[in-house]
């Protein structure tokens, strides 16, 4: 296959640090991994990594043009994802300590496969990854729509077990919030950096 697709493995080394290095998706993921275990952020992962896979595989059919061409749309899901974003900083810096067990959801309230998801959908940046993925990585020949599902599963793949990395370190340290100031302290911590990384998103956006 790398034959006919040669821009294969530099998009493979793109997809890694794009998705690796730090950024709100991977701070839930770290956040709710570290209260909640593992296993619970599984959901999270998976919804994050499938939602811009699919968003790659669209924006190769073309669906990203309409984002391109209408500035205000782009705009606006910027505003949304910021809000939406800032709302689950807020929840998460004001996240109850009075107790730390993964096997208890209770009436706290914590971000799903679907919020994952969905961020994923109104996030213009996420878009202009994936924009910028297909005009750099696909190939225009006959096999333009065949490297598109290559580079949308190659980038599922991918980020998968980086997302996954983020969630063992999560689970890593749980071992630290035993204590009440503790779990506070981490609690601020996460919803300041989640905070802090979105709205450094608008500033040199």
Not at 158 to 173: E, H, K, R, Y
Not at 184 to 192: C, E, I, Y
Request: glycine residues 8%; contains cysteine; positive net charge.
């Amino acid at each position: 296959m790398l034959s006919t697709f040669p821009t294969l493995l530099p998009f493979m080394l793109f997809a890694f640090v794009a998705s690796i290095t730090p950024g709100p998706t991977n701070i839930l993921v770290l956040s709710n991994s570290a209260r909640y275990g593992f296993k619970a952020t599984l959901p999270i992962i998976f919804g994050a990594c499938a939602s811009a896979a699919v968003i790659v595989l669209l924006v190769g059919y073309g669906l990203g043009e309409s984002l391109k061409q209408i500035p205000l749309l782009q705009y606006a899901m910027q505003w949304l994802g910021v809000t939406w974003l800032s709302y689950l900083a807020w929840q998460i810096y004001h996240s109850a300590t009075d107790t730390f067990d993964s096997d208890v959801s209770g009436n706290q309230r914590r971000p799903r496969l679907l919020t994952a998801a969905g961020l994923q959908w109104i996030n213009p940046k996420t878009w202009m990854m994936a924009m910028a993925v297909v005009s750099v990585f696909a190939d225009n020949g006959a096999d333009r729509f065949d490297h598109i599902v290559y580079l949308s599963f190659a980038f599922f793949v991918i980020a998968l077990p980086c997302m996954t990395a983020w969630a063992v370190l999560g689970s890593s340290v749980n071992q630290w919030l035993r204590s009440t100031k503790a779990l506070g302290n981490f609690n601020r911590s996460m919803g300041l950096l989640l905070a802090g990384s979105t709205w450094l998103s608008v500033w040199v956006g």
